[in-house]
């Protein structure tokens, strides 16, 4: 991909959660315009509160307010507030239906001292600690005690004459599309749970981005951005490259190109590495200290000439690929214990299927905090590895010369071309004509089973 310009959303994406900025992020931000690769951000918030994070990181330009007010370091490209009627009515609706609601201008947002302490790092900050399920009459009462200590900031009458580019009102996901409703010539994102952004009609980050494009000679296929809420959708889904971090909602890790990892475990230098806009030390590659692990990746770089130096998740469709290889192999099993009976293999095939349902259920029930989707994923798969180093246990047999033969049949794949060849449905590799001939392991296989019962018998003869 010929990646032109990079935009950064802010809390959630470049901010970590006590919003701060990684220092790998900034070193990240600094090699990318070494490139000559523009760099922005594209944020909910306003221009007063981007600039000095402009001046520090050494930005080319900011889309500020949602694509409502868009500038560089020289000068404003565009501005464009909300009209005064659908101010109006905003205005009317907060205040007949008790509603939260702040304006935002030019030097930053007024109104609502409980949004205004949202955005602070002190109640950023205090969200990531309190529990998902602090209940909600704790939470009105919080609320209720900022409200009387930061008082509603000025007279929103005489605040809505100036030049507003964007309204937050508190609700919930829930009332947005009644608010859409209500207010047709205004648009509506979500940058929190709590609460919505009003902006002018058809404002986007997208939008923004289309207007820098034509500036600065490059198309949204040019573009990679990242996000991680409601309010990036859709500007992650119509770039070029769109990436969702770690800890975003399922929404726009739906619509993402990659996910990457969390805002606070180096989520963007990790995206930058893996699309080959920061550069590995391709001469000093990871080796494992695990033997078996060495011969599969030098298996799978033979076969697609992959070598994956910089961790990164699965994703959902890589994980679904990865299962279904192992279930196959899963089934042989319970096929090879029914000893080919095939009343008592459908009966274990059955018990599978209501295992998994089980799991499901179990895992559902749990409601696990899967927004570190690195980690879940390789607990998850080192505890399937465990537990078939069990198996083994429990078999007696030592897998370390059979997995020996295993991998140098797979290796044994290659077709006369020098090529790995895939079957185009389900991706598995195909075998060269020669395989079964040359390379088929079930032999070797058993007569190193044989070597290993014979070595046990041999055992326990000295014991006794």
């Not at 409502?68 to 009627?85: A, H, L, M, W």
């Not at 951005?225 to 992650?236: E, L």
């Not at 459908?346 to 989707?373: G, P, R």
């Not at 033969?405 to 991706?427: C, E, R, Y």
């Amino acid at each position: 991909m010929d990646v032109r310009a990079v935009f950064f959303d802010l809390d959630g994406t470049l901010f970590t959660t006590t919003r701060n900025i990684l220092p790998s992020t900034k070193s990240a931000i600094l090699a990318l315009r070494q490139q000559g690769i523009l760099v922005g951000i594209a944020t909910g918030r306003g221009p007063s509160f981007v600039k000095s994070l402009m001046e520090d990181l050494k930005l080319d330009f900011a889309i500020t307010y949602n694509g409502q007010y868009i500038f560089t370091p020289k000068e404003v490209i565009r501005k464009v507030p909300i009209d005064k009627t659908s101010l109006r009515e905003i205005l009317s609706y907060s205040i007949s239906n008790h509603r939260e609601v702040s304006f935002g201008g030019e030097n930053g947002m007024s109104g609502s001292s409980l949004i205004k302490f949202g955005e602070t790092r002190t109640a950023q900050f205090a969200n990531h600690l309190l529990p998902k399920g602090f209940s909600s009459g704790v939470k009105g009462t919080f609320q209720n005690f900022i409200r009387r200590l930061i008082p509603q900031q000025g007279d929103l009458n005489r605040l809505i004459e100036e030049p507003i580019y964007q309204v937050v009102m508190v609700a919930t996901k829930n009332e947005t599309q009644k608010l859409k409703e209500r207010f047709p010539n205004v648009s509506f994102t979500r940058s929190n749970p709590y609460s919505v952004d009003i902006v002018a009609k058809g404002a986007s980050k997208v939008e923004g981005i289309k207007l820098l494009g034509a500036r600065y000679s490059f198309g949204l296929e040019h573009v990679m951005a990242f996000g991680d809420n409601d309010n990036d959708i859709k500007m992650i889904r119509e770039v070029g490259c769109g990436i969702a971090m770690g800890n975003s909602s399922s929404r726009v890790k739906d619509v993402a190109a990659y996910v990457t990892s969390s805002n606070n475990q180096d989520g963007i230098v990790k995206a930058l590495k893996h699309f080959g806009l920061l550069k590995t030390d391709s001469n000093n590659p990871f080796k494992s200290r695990d033997r078996n692990f060495e011969k599969v990746k030098e298996f799978h770089q033979l076969m697609d000439g992959r070598l994956q130096e910089l961790p990164k998740n699965l994703s959902k469709e890589e994980a679904s690929h990865r299962v279904d290889f192992q279930v196959e192999e899963l089934v042989e099993l319970l096929y090879a214990a029914s000893k080919g009976q095939t009343e008592d293999f459908t009966d274990l095939v059955q018990k599978m299927k209501e295992d998994v349902d089980k799991a499901y259920n179990k895992v559902i029930s749990k409601k696990k905090d899967v927004s570190d989707t690195m980690t879940n994923e390789v607990d998850a798969l080192i505890d399937s590895l465990y537990l078939t180093y069990g198996s083994f246990v429990l078999m007696g047999i030592d897998p370390a010369e059979i997995f020996d033969l295993v991998h140098q049949a797979n290796m044994g794949k290659v077709f006369p071309d020098g090529k790995a060849h895939f079957d185009p449905v389900t991706h598995k590799i195909l075998k060269p004509d020669n395989w079964e001939r040359d390379y088929a392991p079930e032999s070797r296989m058993e007569k190193e089973l044989e070597g290993q019962i014979l070595r046990g018998f041999n055992r326990k003869s000295l014991s006794e």
